[in-house]
């Protein structure tokens, strides 16, 4: 692990990456990415060559959690080539990822378990805990394209 200053000393290496997320399906689900859900811009900014944590969280509406007390979903993640999931943890059941390559990109697929008592809130809403979210663990490249430098994420529900 480098220490604070060798990280200092790399400050160049610091990336940008803008989230997003898009909705595949009539139920209204939302992605809250922390800390980019807290920033104006909707940023994440990483460090080069370093493995890294990206949080978070589900919102769903009252539709949505009146139709099952389980719920089934694809989470689909559009990362910048080279950046790749190494590692997740936290509150929902999530298979093994599936990577494929699309347009110089790696999307990776996770089927996800999310009961109800796991979604924070309706979308938009302020996420109810602080706690009850999952973290990806990301390895990210030496440097990111300019124009590669976002992430989405696309949910599909299987209602």
Request: glycine share 8%.
């Given at each position: 692990?480098?220490?604070i200053p060798?990280l200092?000393?790399?400050?160049?290496l610091?990336?940008?990456?803008?989230?997003?997320?898009?909705?595949?399906?009539?139920?209204?689900?939302?992605?809250?990415v922390?800390?980019?859900?807290?920033?104006?811009?909707?940023t994440?900014?990483?460090?080069?060559?370093?493995?890294?944590e990206?949080?978070?969280a589900?919102q769903?509406?009252?539709?949505?959690?009146?139709?099952s007390?389980i719920?089934?979903?694809?989470?689909?993640?559009?990362?910048?080539?080279?950046?790749?999931?190494?590692?997740?943890?936290?509150?929902?059941?999530?298979s093994?990822?599936?990577?494929?390559?699309?347009?110089?990109?790696?999307?990776?697929?996770?089927?996800?378990?999310?009961?109800?008592?796991?979604i924070?809130?309706?979308?938009?809403g302020?996420?109810?805990?602080?706690w009850?979210?999952?973290?990806?663990?990301?390895?990210?490249?030496?440097?990111?394209?300019?124009?590669?430098?976002?992430?989405?994420?696309?949910?599909?529900?299987?209602?």
């Amino acid at each position: 692990m480098k220490s604070i200053p060798q990280l200092l000393r790399n400050v160049f290496l610091v990336s940008v990456l803008t989230v997003s997320c898009i909705h595949a399906f009539a139920y209204e689900w939302k992605v809250a990415v922390i800390p980019a859900e807290l920033n104006a811009d909707r940023t994440i900014k990483v460090v080069g060559g370093q493995v890294q944590e990206m949080e978070f969280a589900l919102q769903a509406d009252k539709d949505v959690t009146e139709k099952s007390a389980i719920h089934n979903v694809v989470l689909e993640w559009d990362l910048p080539s080279g950046l790749s999931v190494v590692g997740n943890g936290g509150v929902y059941k999530m298979s093994d990822a599936t990577t494929k390559t699309v347009d110089g990109r790696s999307l990776v697929s996770f089927a996800t378990e999310v009961a109800n008592k796991q979604i924070l809130g309706a979308p938009g809403g302020r996420l109810r805990s602080e706690w009850q979210n999952q973290s990806l663990f990301v390895s990210v490249p030496k440097s990111v394209p300019v124009g590669q430098n976002y992430v989405s994420v696309k949910l599909t529900d299987g209602l």
